[in-house]
Structures are given as C-alpha cells and as structure tokens.
C-alpha cells in the first residue's frame, strides 16, 4: 500500500514547522497512486476506556501552549517565504527586507527556551560490570538534555500519563518526577 497520496492518519496532530511547505513526495510530480491491499489478519487491542478523553485533553494542551502557537506562526512565515518570489533589484531595499526578516525570524528562537520537567534514568549495562566510560557518559547527557527540549517527547509522555490513569495494573506507564 502507497501512502504518498493519504499520508498515516494520527489522532492527534503535533505542530511542525514545516506543516505548510510542500516538500512531500505527494507533491512531487508523479507520486505512487494510493491503493489498498488485503489487511493482514489480526484482532486489534481494545481501546483505553479513556482514549478519546486524553486524545481530547492532549488537544486541549497543544491549543493552549504559548509553544506550539509559535511553531505554527513559524510554519506559516516559512512558507510565506518559500512563495515569495520577489527580488529587489537594488541593494538597498534588499538588505532592508533581510533586516526585517532576520527581526521577524528571531522571535522564534523563543522555541529553543521550552524544557520540559522530565528526568530519565539509565538502566544498568546488560551483563556488564563496569561503569560506562567519560564519552558514553558525556553523550548520554546530551541526549537527556535534548530530550528534555523535546515539545513532541514531553506531549508524548503527558498522552501516556492521561491513558495509564485508568489501567489498574499497578505499573505506570509514565513518570513524572516533580
């Protein structure tokens, strides 16, 4: 099955700043048509019984955080910029239109401000016994602080929080350590 054309369907939609441009292989010139196979045969989980409500409550989230708002300004000035084909021909007028661009566009390194409040822990090496070396180490540490800048990753684990509210099998399926 092609899904150029379609696309995956998600219940719920994050911000991207890339949302507006036509970049995707449905908008090259000849994209595979979309078709649908036999499905495979197999017996779907149920649904959290509180599925739609934190589908509804990460909505909720989304629409309310300064964040996401500005990644959505963002998607519309980029592609604002891509349609726009006008060029000044002389130099004056151009440096003034990449002065106000350059103004405009640093509003939106606010975005790199957000963190989130989560905090990870490493499980142990498996069938190791030594600590993990000063690289290893300095490597995972950027990547908890790259995870913790993450806006998807955090309404990620706030979804995962919202749906573990109703399992009773005693084990979250997320944390958040305040």
């Known amino acids: 099955m092609s899904t150029q054309l379609e696309g995956v369907k998600s ?66 000035w980029i592609k604002e910029q891509q349609d726009d084909s006008r060029y000044f021909l002389d130099y004056e007028s151009y440096e003034n239109e990449r002065e106000s661009d350059k103004k405009y566009s640093d509003r939106f390194k606010k975005i790199s401000e957000f963190e989130s409040n989560l905090e990870f822990q490493w499980l142990p090496e498996a069938a190791s016994t030594q600590k993990p070396n000063e690289d290893l180490i300095e490597k995972r540490e950027r990547w908890q602080k790259s995870l913790k800048k993450d806006l998807y990753i955090s309404e990620a684990v706030e979804i995962l929080k919202d749906l573990s509210n109703k399992i009773n099998n005693g084990k979250p399926i997320a944390q958040v350590k305040d």
């Open 11 to 76: 219940d719920i939609v994050f911000p991207d700043r890339y949302a507006q441009v036509d970049m995707g292989e449905k908008d090259q010139d000849n994209p595979l048509s979309w078709d649908r196979i036999t499905p495979a045969s197999y017996n779907p989980l149920p649904r959290f019984s509180n599925y739609d409500y934190s589908v509804e409550r990460s909505k909720q989230r989304l629409k309310e955080n300064p964040f996401v708002a500005l990644i959505e300004d963002q998607a519309a």
